[in-house]
């Protein structure tokens, strides 16, 4: 069953009509699929968006095949081929994407440091990424200064960069300009200048795994003309 997963295409894409082009049940409850997928499901250290489908708030999975599926949480159930009205909410969607994309970014700029990341979770109110050292070379986790990655990363960002993303495959890769590109199947503002800030909670240092906690912003949507 083919579906489009419009939330890799455009993260700044929020509302769309569609088919329903499946039904089901399971324990979860009721839920439907559509044609035209705009809401990302959890995974790959990203949550789930927040929506609607016709007014009605759903819950946002992901089968084994692959399929995102929508729970709705009132009673509702369109049969196959019915058009409906998907709407994610722009603003957790907008977060999520600066998180993630400032995720990546600390990535990229750790590796002066000598650390390259290993796992990121990007969810709000929680967001970290950990790094390995990446050889003897690497400053000593002690060393590093907050504040100094933190003025690296607010620089980058005031400067702007336009990320990019594409398939190579059945891989979606996604590159900030400038740095290398990583396979990811998140969404990410479309340019480092939409990251409006950028803070470092806290820098720990735990057999042999180095954790920074951040947060980030993304600027008001408003001024996106999106």
């Known amino acids: 069953m083919q579906q489009n997963q419009c939330y890799l295409e455009d993260t700044y894409r929020f509302d769309i009509l569609s088919d329903v082009i499946a039904t089901g049940a399971d324990e979860g409850g009721q839920w439907i699929a559509l044609q035209d997928n705009i809401f990302h499901p959890q995974g790959g250290g990203q949550p789930a968006d927040l929506g609607w489908v016709n007014d009605i708030p759903v819950v946002v999975k992901k089968q084994e095949s692959g399929l995102v599926v929508l729970y709705p949480q009132a009673p509702f159930s369109p049969p196959v081929e019915t058009k409906v009205s998907s709407v994610v909410s722009a603003d ?17 700029e750790m590796r002066q440091f000598g650390w390259m990341a290993v796992r990121g979770h990007h969810f709000p109110g929680e967001s970290r990424v950990e790094f390995s050292a990446i050889d003897a070379s690497a400053i000593p986790a002690d060393r590093l200064d907050a504040a100094e990655i933190e003025r690296i990363i607010c620089q980058r960002l005031q400067k702007g960069a336009e990320i990019r993303s594409w398939f190579e495959g059945s891989t979606r890769l996604c590159q900030i300009n400038q740095s290398e590109a990583m396979p990811c199947a998140g969404t990410h503002t479309d340019d480092l200048a939409k990251i409006s800030s950028f803070s470092i909670k806290a820098i720990k240092f735990k ?16 001024e996106c003309h999106v």
């Not at 057999?207 to 408003?222: C, F, M, N, Q, W």
């Open 92 to 108: 957790a969607r907008a977060y999520h994407a600066a998180l993630h994309t400032a995720g990546h970014l600390l990535n990229w």
């Open 207 to 222: 057999k042999g795994t180095l954790r920074i906690s951040y947060d980030a912003g993304h600027v008001p949507l408003e």
